[in-house]
């Protein structure tokens, strides 16, 4: 898809809307539908409770809308991009989770829901997404993070939660802490190298490619440092932090079979090896028109 300059309408529009992300307001779906009373053809709204994700996700794509509000956390966006592909109705994404990247990433800034609501109603542009993806397996659209380290995910969530005692227990596991170079990884052309851990990411401005990070602290006062670095100059600054751009790569565990990674923020476990590969155009983005 080549992006474009023209002024799109949102058209017709269906909504998937999830109340129980970590900022949607629990009244999100009134919201909503006052926003669009105006539209020429009522909006179809989808609102997350005790039924499957994805099953909602496909029951708002079944309505053929011209485009897809999503209103949620990055769990709930991540679950539309990967189901509307680019055959799909253009997507946009309304920031309320509790770090939302993926709205962020994909509308070129930090913009409260309202703004863009109200901006989107005026028009806005349809432009394609470039995302990650495990060979065989699920995609992701800001970055991939491999390798024990990404426990602590589930510490953040356990505190988000309110459960203190499971946070701390998570914190102190030794898995977590450990910093072992037990992930052994290659991409194509070069040597195999190993790591604490490795991120991909998915640069829009390096089509084509994955931006593949990888770390390797000496113990714990050596991710405090490369911590320290990443907050004041970014993290592709970061010293201590490798950086180069591949077609593709294939990551595997020396100690077990399995390798813990977050897609997007969320924590999985998946067999090792794995292998991810980049997609330059895989769904349809609304965005909005700020510029007035």
Known sequence: MVPTDILSRLGRVSCVINPLSGSTPADAADLIRAKLAGLPDEARLHVAGDSNLPVLVEDALADDPDTLIVWGGDGTIACALSHAGMTGPAILPLPGGTMNMLPTRALGGDHDWETLMDAALKGGRVRPMPCGEIVGGPRFFVAAMLGDMTRFTQSREALREGKLMEAAEIVHDSSALSLRSNLHWKVPG???????????????????????????????????????????????NAEDVDLLLADGIEVSNSDKDRISLTLDGELREIASPVQFQRVDAAVKIFVPDLSA
Do not use: F, H, Q
Not at 199 to 213: C, F, R, S, W
């Open 190 to 236: 070069e040597a195999e190298r190993k790591s604490t851990a490795v991120t991909v990411n998915i640069n829009p401005d390096t089509p084509g490619k994955l931006e593949i990070a990888s770390v390797d602290p000496e113990g714990l006062l050596g991710l405090a440092k490369i911590g320290i670095e990443m907050l004041v100059d970014g993290w592709r």
